[in-house]
């Protein structure tokens, strides 16, 4: 690995942390970052957007008569699990435009997002959800989403504009398997899956950080988290407790770390196309896992300026014991 990290894969439960941490990293000074984490100053990509703006299309299509396209129902899970592959698609796909510092100019960022849903889709074998929407009906979501579609694909522009020179990227993802699963969790549930679907490029780069909670812990924070009107946050949306008891209760990552033939990695084996040829490829991700267990991060939900040093010192403790097994 280079001198510091290109990649991190924040990975846990829901409520674990994670975007927690993901907030107080991008409060400290690079001298910082690279002095006690050897990470260089954070850009950052998460699925959850899109979660919320699929869950925002139902909705829409719902007021213009038709079915739900990506869930259940507004509470619900996703139709298809396999639409858990299509978000790693889609993070894919923000890889690859953030690397290549591409800025994304369109019409209508509402519908370049139902374009992209669509590609996504097809890339992992699935039917696209809204190829059969009448033409009107999509003009219509297009018309009633297009100010938040416009706002993330505005944020996803301006950091593909900056620089990446000594960045490290934190790519933020939740993952699991039903309450009571045995292991190996099934495809798609779970980060095996997730694994094997990531853009080869980010597993050549990357390591992994598990923001260590029990499901338990993870279902009470995750209650406690959520706020009126705060689902397109995420600091402060709340997961639907069918998605959690269903998709959340237990994760593989410390199966994962067990089956591995190196001590506190994680092995994926790809079978990768050069050429004309097939190839399989060993990916060895080293993980590093810090306990949240006594939960260390939620103070930095609210306002940076109402937060405790001792807390603080206490979070900021444990993240460099974490990294220091890297």
Request: glycine fraction near 8%; include cysteine.
């Amino acid at each position: 690995m280079s001198e510091f990290l290109e990649t991190l894969l924040l990975f846990s439960l829901p409520a674990s942390g994670k975007s927690e941490l993901r907030r107080y990293l991008a409060s400290l000074t690079p001298e910082q970052c690279r002095g006690d984490f050897r990470m260089g100053p954070t850009l950052q990509l998460d699925d959850y957007p899109y979660v919320h703006l699929m869950h925002q299309i139902d909705d829409q299509l719902k007021a213009n008569g038709l079915p739900y396209a990506y869930y259940l129902g507004p509470h619900r899970s996703f139709r298809d699990p396999w639409t858990w592959a299509v978000l790693i698609e889609l993070l894919n796909e923000d890889y690859a435009n953030l690397m290549a510092g591409r800025q994304v100019t369109v019409a209508s960022a509402a519908q370049h997002l139902f374009d992209r849903l669509d590609a996504a889709h097809a890339r992992v074998g699935l039917e696209q959800p809204l190829g059969e929407v009448p033409h009107r009906i999509r003009l219509r979501l297009a018309e009633s989403l297009e100010a938040e579609c416009r706002a993330e694909l505005d944020a996803l522009n301006r950091q593909n504009a900056e620089d990446k020179t000594g960045r490290t990227l934190v790519i933020e993802a939740a993952r699991g398997g039903p309450n009571g699963s045995a292991f190996p969790l099934t495809p798609p549930h779970g980060y095996e899956t997730a694994f094997q679907t990531l853009d080869p490029a980010i597993l050549a780069k990357a390591a992994v950080l598990y923001v260590w909670v029990d499901p338990t812990e993870s279902r009470r924070k995750n209650i406690e988290r959520g706020r009126p009107n705060g689902q397109g946050s995420i600091l402060h949306h709340s997961v639907p407790m069918e998605v959690m008891l269903g998709q959340y209760g237990c994760d593989d990552m410390a199966w994962l770390l067990d089956q591995s033939d190196r001590p506190g990695t994680i092995r994926v084996e790809r079978v990768l196309q050069e050429g004309d040829r097939h190839t399989t490829h060993s990916f060895h991700l080293p993980v590093a896992r810090f306990d949240n267990r006594q939960d260390l991060t939620t103070f930095v939900r609210e306002d940076r300026a109402s937060w405790n040093p001792a807390d603080v010192a206490k979070l900021h403790g444990g993240l460099k014991a974490a990294f220091g097994s890297l």
